[in-house]
C-alpha cells in the first residue's frame, strides 16, 4: 500500500522567511497530492493540492511542486507570518482509489 | 452550512471497555473517512464508508470497526480498550469516494479525544 514519508518533522523559520516541507510517496500509481494545515484543537484544513498532470501550483503565499519521476512533492511558504505557525500534513490517494495516505506532520514554528 | 461534527469531543475509558464514537458530515456527502491522530505516528486511515459500504480499510486490528447509515451519518466502535488505543479520532467527509477513484477534498471535524486508562 501507499506510504508518505514527510520531513522535517519540526521546522522553526523567522517571520518574513520562507519554509519548504518535502514528501516522498511510495506507490508510483498515486495521482492526487493534497496538503493538509492542522491549527490547535481543529481538524485539518486543505490548504492547496496537486494532481499528477501538473508540475506546479501556486495559492498566493503557498506553492506545491511535484516530481513523479522521484516520487516527491513539496510545499513551499513565502513571506511567512505568525498565523502560519501550525502542523502541515502531505497526502497521497493511489490512483483508482479514494482513501487519502498522510504524512507523520510537521510543526511550524514561525520566529517573531 | 453546517461542517463535520463529532461527538463526544472527549471521554475517558478503562481497558477493556468499549467505546463508540458518531459523526455527522456534511450535508451532502456520502463518503465518510475515519483517521486516528497521535503523536507519533500522524494520522493514520482507519477505514472509509460511502452508501454505508466499508470501501477501505486501514491496518488495524478487528478491535476497530465501524458503520454508515442510510442518512451518511457513521459511528466507529473500539472494542477491549488497550492502553495504546489514546488517541484523538477525527472524521471526514467527501464529495468524492464510491469507487470513483477520484479522491477529493476532506472536510474534518475537530475530533473525539479518547483516553484510556
Known amino acids: 500500500g501507499e506510504n508518505v514519508e514527510q520531513h522535517p518533522s519540526t521546522l522553526s523559520v523567522q517571520e518574513g522567511d520562507s519554509a519548504v516541507i518535502k514528501c516522498t510517496y511510495s506507490?508510483?500509481?498515486?495521482?492526487?497530492f493534497p496538503w493538509y494545515k492542522q491549527e490547535l484543537g481543529k481538524g485539518p484544513q486543505l490548504i492547496i493540492d496537486?494532481?499528477?498532470?501538473?508540475g506546479e501550483k501556486k495559492d498566493q503565499r503557498i506553492a506545491v511542486t511535484l516530481n513523479k519521476t522521484a516520487k516527491h512533492f513539496s510545499l513551499h511558504i513565502t513571506e511567512t507570518q505568525p498565523e502560519d505557525s501550525a502542523v502541515y500534513f502531505c497526502?497521497?490517494?493511489?490512483?483508482?482509489?479514494?482513501?487519502?495516505?498522510f504524512g507523520k506532520g510537521t510543526r511550524l514554528h514561525i520566529l517573531p | 452550512k453546517a461542517g463535520v461534527t463529532q461527538t463526544p469531543r472527549y471521554l475517558i475509558k478503562t481497558r477493556g471497555q468499549q467505546v463508540t464514537l458518531s459523526c455527522s458530515p456534511i450535508?451532502?456527502?456520502?463518503?465518510v473517512s475515519w483517521y486516528q491522530q497521535t503523536p507519533g505516528q500522524g494520522l493514520q486511515f482507519l477505514f472509509e464508508y460511502f452508501s454505508e459500504t466499508q470501501r477501505n480499510k486501514g491496518n488495524f486490528p478487528g478491535r476497530f470497526s465501524g458503520r454508515q447509515f442510510s442518512n451518511s451519518r457513521s459511528e466507529m466502535n473500539v472494542s477491549t480498550l488497550e492502553l495504546g488505543d489514546s488517541a484523538l479520532y477525527l472524521c471526514?467527509?467527501?464529495?468524492?469516494?464510491?469507487?470513483?477513484?477520484?479522491?477529493?477534498?476532506?472536510?474534518f471535524g475537530e475530533g473525539s479525544r479518547l483516553t484510556v486508562l
Open positions: 450535508s451532502g456527502h456520502r463518503s
Open positions: 471526514a467527509s467527501s464529495a468524492s469516494g464510491g469507487g470513483s477513484g477520484r479522491a477529493g477534498e476532506l472536510f
Open positions: 496537486i494532481r499528477s498532470n501538473v
Open positions: 506507490d508510483s500509481a498515486s495521482n492526487y
Open positions: 497526502a497521497a490517494s493511489p490512483s483508482g482509489d479514494d482513501k487519502i495516505i
